[in-house]
Each structure stands twice: as C-alpha cells, then as structure tokens.
C-alpha cells in the first residue's frame, strides 16, 4: 500500500489536477490549502484536508506530518499584488492575513542578505520543509498528460514569420529565466515587444497587444534545468483567452516543462481561437 501523499496547494486549478493525478496513481491525498486563496472544490478532492496560513510552513509540516506524509508537491497560484483572494504577498494587510511562523522567520533571516529572488527563497522553504520531515518532489510527477510535447500540439500550424519569432525568441527567453525576470516574452517580426516580471503573463499578455496588435507570438516555458518542485510555467483556458483578445497568434511553450491546465482544454480553446500551440 502506498504511503499517503501530501499537496500542498495555492489557488487556480493546477492543485486540482494534482490531487486527481495522484488518486489516479493510487496515492491518498492529504491536502494543505493556503487560508482564502484554495478552490472550494479542492477539499472534496482529498482524503484529508486542512488550511494554513500562507506564512506559515512549519504547520504545513506538521499537519501532513500528522497524516504520515512524507513527500508533498506544492503548486498553486499566491499573487504577490494588492487585490483579490490571491493578493496575499505584497498587500496591504499581508502581515494581518498571515502571521509567519518561526520556519517563516527562518527562511527571512537566511535569505535577507543574500538572494531574494523567489526561486532562492523557494529552495530555502523547500530545505526547511527537508528538515521538518517532508521532502518536496517533482509537480510534475502526477501529471505528465497535461504536459507540452514537442512540435505543433494544435490543428492550426503556426506560419513562417511565427516560426521564426520562435527561433529568434527563444534564446531570449531561456537568458531571462536565467536571471529570474520571468518566463514569457512576446515577440513580432523579431522584435522583442513585452516580458513577464511580478506583473504576471496575463497582464503582459495584455500590454503585448496594446503594442502590437495581432499576429504576434507568445515564448513561454523554462530550461532544462529549471528546479521543477515550485514554479514549474502554466498555461490555462483563460490564457489563451487572454490571448486571443490580445490579438496573438501563436504560442511556444518548453515541450516537457510547461504545464497545460487541463491540456486538452486548452488546445481545444486554442483551435477555436484560431492560435496555435507549439511545443519547442
């Protein structure tokens, strides 16, 4: 019998097919959602389930500690801007919302003085939560049907001056990852018109076609040796909604290592919004 597995989950919907992908491997689910920024569904989903504070790691150890779990996946969505369920981070009354914990306090003291970048930040908590008995593994693991595959994933093919955007681009985008700025950047006729930062690839998305207007191209995706127990690059429904009203007509995604929220969904949305979609 497979020991219990632990999720350890923010708001959107990855969460979701996490705890539905390990139910499918036959694992029981033991759930740990970030107090107001959880979907409601998500605890119908668990064999066990709990909120905590998004601060606080240390009980989010011993919560799944209690359950037997020994290996967690954390994935889910935490803005760090002002507004809304998930505006935990940076708002105004982030601190009232949630008290950190001493694991919280720990990381900040570690972390103050040297790297700040969440990918940093990230490992620290993922080390803390090594030492509190619970190792984080690979978000990936649970869910490798709703991964990118390499080469065109929709009915629509991309067209020749796309393609090469997507050549031009993708150098671009892997040297951004490499310093942390982000992980999508839009491009046209070999221009480089927008890149991701806190702000989020939606509201890139939306600047991109202020800019530009239609035909664009979306780069999104991470390298090869992106760390993928945290912040493995998402793609939804509502992105390529968000795209298609931007007028972009063409997305490239890492093949293997960007995440489809429910992939064929989404390239279904894609087809009927006339975009196509391209694993690199």
Request: glycine share 12%.
């Amino acid at each position: 019998m497979y020991e219990p597995m632990g999720l350890i989950a923010g708001g959107g919907a990855l969460p979701r097919l996490e705890a539905e992908g390990m139910r499918a491997a036959g694992r029981r689910v033991v759930g740990v959602g970030f107090s107001g920024v959880y979907e409601e569904d998500l605890p119908g989903l668990c064999d066990g389930f709990s909120a905590a504070g998004v601060l606080r790691p240390g009980s989010w150890a011993r919560r799944l500690r209690r359950a037997g779990v020994t290996e967690a996946v954390m994935v889910g969505t935490v803005s760090r801007g002002g507004g809304g369920k998930t505006g935990l981070i940076y708002g105004p009354m982030r601190w009232v919302r949630n008290v950190p914990d001493w694991t919280a306090l720990r990381v900040h003291l570690k972390q103050r003085k040297t790297d700040q970048r969440s990918q940093a930040v990230l490992a620290t908590v993922a080390d803390e939560l090594t030492r509190l008995g619970i190792t984080l593994v690979d978000t990936t693991r649970y869910i490798p049907e709703h991964l990118a595959e390499a080469g065109v994933m929709t009915e629509r093919e991309p067209s020749a001056e796309q393609r090469a955007d997507v050549e031009f681009g993708w150098p671009v985008l892997m040297q951004m990852n490499a310093m942390e700025v982000g992980q999508a950047v839009a491009i046209k006729a070999r221009d480089i018109v927008a890149v991701e930062a806190i702000e989020g690839t939606d509201r890139m998305i939306e600047r991109a076609g202020a800019l530009c207007g239609k035909g664009w191209t979306l780069l999104k995706g991470a390298p090869e040796d992106k760390d993928r127990r945290f912040d493995v690059p998402t793609v939804g429904v509502q992105t390529i909604e968000t795209l298609k009203a931007a007028g972009a007509g063409c997305v490239a995604l890492a093949a293997g290592r960007t995440i489809l929220l429910d992939k064929p969904a989404v390239l279904a949305a894609a087809d009927a919004a006339g975009i196509a979609v391209v694993g690199v």
